[in-house]
């Protein structure tokens, strides 16, 4: 019986093997961050942050970014029970969200707060 041809040298070792590639986080920077105001009662919502303001008045919402915004006024209602902010844009157009102030003591509060957040986002030139 013949042998069969033999097949040549046993193959030497293999490469390293590859490099594990794990996932690598992706980076995500920080987003910018401002102050922000928020009044709120059962009913409506006045968010001022660096995006702009938003109302919200028994689920409506409306929102408004600097770039659009005229003016933001605020003050308080006649009975001093709640705080009033209105929103004027480039365009003339105009809207106000209400919001109940409980306890009355929080209405001063929120207009020391309106006064240094609206000075930071559109100080007055």
């Known amino acids: 019986m013949t042998q069969p041809p033999p097949y040549g040298p046993p193959p030497g070792a293999f490469g390293p093997p ?9 980076y995500v920077p920080p987003a910018p961050t401002g102050p ?3 009044a709120v009662d059962r009913h409506s919502s006045v968010v001022i942050d660096m995006s702009g303001v938003a109302f919200e008045i028994r689920g409506a919402e409306a929102e408004f970014s600097w770039p659009e915004i005229h003016t933001v006024h605020y003050k308080a209602t006649p009975n001093g029970k709640a705080l009033v902010v209105a929103v004027v844009l480039h365009s003339g157009q105009f809207y106000e969200c209400a919001v109940e102030a409980k306890p009355k003591d929080r209405l001063r509060e929120w207009f020391a707060g309106l006064q240094a957040i609206l000075g930071y986002y559109k100080p007055i030139r």
């Open 36 to 38: 922000e105001f928020l």
């Open 18 to 26: 590859p490099p594990q590639y794990a996932p690598q986080p992706q």
